[in-house]
């Protein structure tokens, strides 16, 4: 019997699809790199724009024929496309799918498996399906077994769902609310990874450093919650890095802020690393559209942030997010984005153009009316001005030795890739034919451009 997931989206769905990979593994289920050989199909899908929607919609569409041909075969849609909410519109849409599985949460794969009468052994995952419910509690295999010693690098859910309700954005809609999981599981699920041959793991959530607050043991805390989890992390004996995304400025406070700072720094004997990189988005450079987009805080205090954490965390890389042609984005508007973006000379920006969701504040009370050539012709100024920044901040990588956490072979490339903990990605060559994965190799940088840089390891 094989499986077969085809995902897209943000690392929350990698990492949903590897849990439900490791599920179906203990299960006796093989991994097929085709989908037409496998049993059971998985799409795991995301909505947060137009776009990856388009996609789903058309690997639904490819996979009705092949259904039709192949009935016995198990057809799963999961995700952000199925949401937490009945399913019955999209069963009447796409009546050759078996069955919609919720965002992080495959218990139902398994009874359906069962009452297929495809295994026996699900029954043993089933009784525990209460348990996996509540908080995906248990601490089974959560990598499948067949990536041990090739994923080096693996995402771990610490808070699910969002609360926030950014205007623009369907994400609570589809993964309900905020709920924060056990520390003691997440350690858990931390240390067997590291057992499982993880050398870095990026903990995750909508607004990852809201971690915490809805948990008993932190009911009232004004210290960070994620402070202390990081130091348990960090203890973990094996693992090389710690990353966790995405935060939201109005919840990065000193005390986060300085423990990055201290476990950043490179310490004595074999303890992790927590990169010295954060992920903090912006979404716009303008306060009229910022408060319309409900992100409650100002640029001025973004500003602030950025000069905060460039204060507390030596050598820190800040990553943000931008969205351009936000319902009503003037020019004047959107240049107060571009200039900001000039100002403060970010390491990474991820921009997408406006994209109506269906719910969402924005979609119900603003007019979308930008054409679409003004939102690519927005995004574009900002993608040009992005990499005119980084030619020159990756310019200053040139000559130095850099740590590179060595996460793959790039067949066309014929070069082995990594990260350094800023979050540059590198090509290198090495001295002799050896495998480099999951070694942190030290790479003399001998190129650089805007989106990697290349190198020779020592
Ligand atoms: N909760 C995280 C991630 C949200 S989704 C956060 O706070 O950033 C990732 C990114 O997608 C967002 O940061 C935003 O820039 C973008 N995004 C979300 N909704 C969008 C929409 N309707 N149109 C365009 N981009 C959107």
Redesign the pocket.
């Known amino acids: 019997m094989r499986y077969h997931i085809w995902t897209i989206g ?1 690392q929350m769905n990698v990492a949903d699809s590897q849990r439900v990979a490791a599920g179906l593994e203990r299960l006796g289920y093989e991994p097929a790199e085709d989908a037409r050989d496998a049993d059971v199909m998985i799409l795991n899908t995301c909505v ?2 137009q776009q990856p929607e388009d996609k789903a919609v058309g690997q639904l569409n490819l996979l009705k024929r092949y259904k039709a041909q192949h009935p016995e075969r198990v057809l799963a849609l999961m995700g952000c496309m199925v949401g937490v909410k009945d399913p019955a519109p999209l069963r009447a849409r796409f009546p050759w799918v078996d069955l919609f599985l919720p965002p992080s949460d495959p218990t139902e794969l398994w009874s359906y498996l069962a009452e297929q009468g495809h295994l026996d052994e699900a029954q043993t995952l089933i009784a525990d399906a209460e348990a996996r419910r509540l908080a995906l509690s248990r601490t089974d295999t959560i990598l499948p077994p067949s990536g041990k010693g090739a994923i080096v690098s693996a995402h771990l859910p610490i808070v699910l769902g ?1 609360s926030h309700a950014c205007t ?4 609570p809609y589809r993964r309900g609310p905020e709920r924060s999981r056990p520390m003691d599981v997440i350690v858990a699920e931390a240390e067997q990874m590291v057992a499982q041959g993880v050398q870095e793991i990026t903990l995750l959530g ?2 990852v450093d809201r971690y915490g607050y809805d948990l008993p043991e932190f009911k009232g805390s004004r210290a960070t919650p994620l402070v202390a989890l990081l130091h348990r992390i960090h203890a973990i004996e094996g693992l090389k890095r710690i990353r966790f995304l ?1 935060s ?1 400025p109005n919840w990065m406070k000193d005390d986060l802020l300085d423990a990055v700072g201290e476990l950043s720094a490179p310490t004595q004997g074999a303890s992790a690393c927590v990169c010295p990189h954060i992920e903090v ?1 912006v ?1 716009a450079g303008d306060d009229e559209v910022l408060a319309r987009m409900r992100r409650g805080y100002t640029v001025d205090a973004y500003r602030q942030l950025v000069a905060r954490l460039r204060e507390r965390i030596k050598g820190v890389s800040i990553a943000t ?3 351009v042609g936000f319902p009503g984005e003037t020019e004047a508007q959107f240049q107060n984005t571009y200039d900001l973006l000039k100002e403060l000379k970010l390491d990474k920006a ?1 921009i ?4 109506s ?1 269906p719910l969402t504040v924005a979609t119900r009370q603003f007019d979308d009316a930008l054409p679409v050539e003004e939102k690519e012709r927005r995004r574009k100024l900002l993608d040009d001005l992005q990499s005119e920044i980084l030619t020159e901040l990756n310019g200053r990588y040139l000559g130095q030795t850099v740590e590179v956490l060595v996460e793959g072979w790039h067949d066309r490339k014929k070069r082995w890739f990594g990260r350094t903990p800023t979050d540059r990605l590198v090509f290198f060559e090495t001295p002799g034919t050896g495998d480099w994965l999951g070694r942190l190799a030290q790479v003399q940088i001998t190129w650089t451009g805007p989106w990697s840089l290349i190198g020779k390891a020592q």
């Not at 623009?168 to 994400?171: F, Q, R, S």
């Not at 997408?352 to 994209?355: C, E, L, N, P, V």
């Open positions: 943000c947060v724009r969002c623009y954005c369907v994400i909508q607004i995405t939201h988005p979404q997010d931008i969205i991820h997408a153009r406006y994209s969701r």
